[in-house]
Each structure stands twice: as structure tokens, then as C-alpha cells.
């Protein structure tokens, strides 16, 4: 394929726009009258010395707000999807925690669970126990110790920053 110095231009624009490769694909066929094939279209972009823009990352989830996998069979290499709930902003919440403390006891363990980073027990402020972890994806995982328990929201919020406070105070970040 053979573009002229102005073709080779309007291609760098479109890419320098964002278009992706199917939509230039399409320009190149209704304004050009080029109909390329998706690799036909890769190759060309190679020759002509243009990429494609990388597509930008979704944004970090902020410190101290990761999603709560619950259940049973929650494990770190297999999230119970139907378990899986991501809770309320902070500030939601601020009313709901108890005055004073959380009543949440967090504990992490010295010998980790397999496949996950870092793991641990906790107490919720109604004395129901669970296992925790922190997966490889930095995913805050929760297996409740009786069947169905769900923590409710002021202590899962309490609970993620028991989390955050005792592994910044062990040194893991």
C-alpha cells in the first residue's frame, strides 16, 4: 500500500486522536477508498513507523478501598463472584462506625495461606469469626466461619482499615 505524503499525515492524526485500528479501517475505505484487512492495516502503521495510542489504564482503586469477597468458597484463585460486593465510599459509612473503636480485632498470620500474599483471622463487633487474605491481584478477601455470616457494611469498612493499619505497621507497605 502507497500513501501519499498527506494520506500518511491524516492516518498519524487519526491515531494521534485516538481512533482505533477498525475505525481507521473505515476512514481509509470511505475517504481514501482503501479497503484494508486488519493486518494489511497493522503492517502498513509498521511500515509507516506509527502505533496505535495505548489504551489508558483503568484508575487505581484509592488506598484503603478494595472489593470484599465473601463466602464459603471464597478462595484466592477463585473469588465467589456472587459473593463479591465492593462497599460504600468512606464517608457513607463514617456515621455508622462505633464511637471510640470498631470493635473489630484483626490478626495476621505468621504462616500465610496458600496463593495469597498475606493472610489472617478477624473478630467482628458480633463476635462472628472469619478467615482473611489478600490475593495476588490485591483483592480483600473474607471466608466466613459460619455458613452465610456477611459482616455488616460499618464493619467491613472497620475491617479494611484494621487491615490497612496492621500491615503498615508489620512493614508491608
Known amino acids: 500500500m502507497n500513501l501519499d505524503d498527506s494520506q500518511r499525515q491524516q ?3 487519526w ?4 481512533l482505533k485500528l477498525s475505525e481507521i479501517q473505515n476512514k481509509l475505505a470511505s475517504e481514501f477508498g482503501m479497503q484494508l484487512t ?3 492495516l497493522r503492517f502498513l502503521l509498521d ?3 506509527l502505533k496505535p495510542k495505548d489504551k489508558e489504564p483503568p484508575p487505581a482503586p484509592a488506598p484503603g478501598k478494595s472489593s470484599l469477597v465473601t463466602g464459603k468458597d471464597a478462595s484466592p484463585l477463585a ?3 456472587a459473593g463479591q460486593s465492593v462497599p460504600p465510599a468512606e464517608d457513607d459509612l463514617a456515621d455508622e462506625l462505633p464511637p471510640g473503636g470498631s470493635g ?3 490478626i495476621v498470620d505468621q504462616v500465610t495461606r496458600p496463593g495469597a500474599l498475606v493472610s489472617g483471622k478477624v473478630t467482628f463487633s458480633d463476635g462472628q469469626g472469619a ?3 489478600l490475593d495476588q491481584m490485591g483483592r480483600l478477601g473474607v471466608v466466613a466461619k459460619q455458613q452465610g455470616y456477611k459482616p455488616s457494611q460499618a464493619d467491613v469498612m472497620a475491617f479494611q482499615a484494621e487491615v490497612q493499619n496492621e500491615l503498615a505497621r508489620l512493614g508491608y507497605g
Open 11 to 13: 492516518v498519524a492524526k
Open 79 to 81: 473469588p465467589a463472584a
Open 47 to 49: 511500515d509507516l513507523k
Open 15 to 18: 491515531l494521534e486522536e485516538g
Open 38 to 40: 486488519y493486518m494489511e
Open 131 to 133: 478467615d482473611w487474605y
Open 104 to 106: 473489630i480485632s484483626v
